[in-house]
């Protein structure tokens, strides 16, 4: 006896919860169709009609299933907030195998025009509008500089650590996380640092 | 008749030019060690005398050939040695084939733990600690901020750079090569500019 018919929504959550947990358990290299209907309980047929690809599929699946971890909080901070996500950022992929994983599909994309232009449309540029809405909105609110584009800011904090995901130099590390804000929003000049204190102390007065 | 017998830095010298002409002409996909010894004059024997394999070669004929292109200038403003820099390293990416040479060599390198480890001993890790070493002789003069990781500041500065070249959802031009010095200099908090301008109008009185 096959289980009963499931709405598609449903049919579809189940799929892409079974793509993100054998993408992230064991690499893009193991990941198949056949693998993703056996542990979702759909069929491969399913599946095609679903998703173009075998790259779409664990592009959305993977993205589903960080999505949680990934969250931007919303606490009135914009620095402690970016502070809190790129955290949980850093220790996904230096600590699952969200780093190999990602590390593989944006060098595979290099040269699969294919799966780049997957990537770009169902992971980088919804993450980056993510990040730029909410820096918008704290610029509008006057915490960060009137003349900033957020977007730059987006490959100054998940950029770096890509960077240091695909070129491991350095660690990627908790530090580091603490390091790009430290740097963005304290500046790395020496007089901004005496400035920001005698502006502080001053304002203590 | 051939040529008399070259010193063989010499020899070394004309091979990584031909390397590097070759590579930024045609990219990695048409380099090749035959096309390297036409080029050169040098034998197929002698270049596998002197690199281990065509990426080895390719790369330090990269590095050789863009080295003047990516000095670090020295003017005493690391500020504007930074900047100046940055806008040559932008525009060898975004106007020549430098930039999908790095990007073809930096995703290859995820699935080849060789051409990993002689990007990063030939090419990464020596750019990195000149920038760092720049940095760190502005710190101890006073311009950075005394609790400054230089090394953090390459990834938010070529790093950067590099994520847009490698998922390029966003330009890779001068205006973003301006943005990053910009964010890091001044900072991105609204306060800071404020402070920034406030105490630069008091030393001006």
Redesign the interface.
């Known amino acids: 006896m096959g289980r009963g018919r499931r709405p598609s929504a449903e049919v579809r959550r189940e799929v892409l919860a079974a793509a993100g947990r054998l993408l992230l358990a064991e690499g893009m290299s193991r990941f198949t169709m056949e693998r993703v209907a056996a542990e979702s309980g759909a069929s491969k047929v399913t599946l095609y009609k679903m998703w173009p690809s075998k790259g779409a599929l664990a592009l959305e699946g993977y993205f589903a299933t960080v999505e949680t971890v990934l969250e931007l909080p919303d606490t009135g901070d914009v620095?402690a907030d970016l502070r809190t996500q790129l955290h949980a950022f850093v220790d996904l992929l230096s600590t699952t195998s969200a780093g190999p994983v990602m590390?593989?599909l944006?060098?595979?994309?290099?040269?699969d025009p294919e799966l780049?232009t997957a990537?770009?449309a169902s992971y980088?540029?919804p993450r980056?509008a993510l990040a730029v809405g909410r820096m918008t909105t704290a610029?509008d609110l006057?915490?960060?500089?009137?003349d900033?584009?957020p977007?730059?800011?987006?490959?100054?904090l998940?950029?770096?650590?890509?960077?240091?995901l695909?070129?491991?130099?350095?660690p990627l590390d908790a530090r580091?996380a603490d390091?790009?804000i430290d740097?963005?929003?304290?500046?790395?000049?020496?007089?901004?640092?005496e400035?920001?204190s005698?502006?502080r102390r001053a304002r203590e007065r």
């Open positions: 620095e590390a593989g944006i060098g595979q994309a290099q040269t780049m990537y770009r980088s540029a980056r610029r006057g915490q960060l500089r009137a900033l584009d977007e730059t800011v987006v490959d100054q998940w950029g770096a650590c890509y960077h240091r695909l070129v491991p130099d350095q580091f390091a790009l740097n963005l929003f304290r500046g790395i000049a020496a007089w901004k640092a400035d920001a005698l502006s």
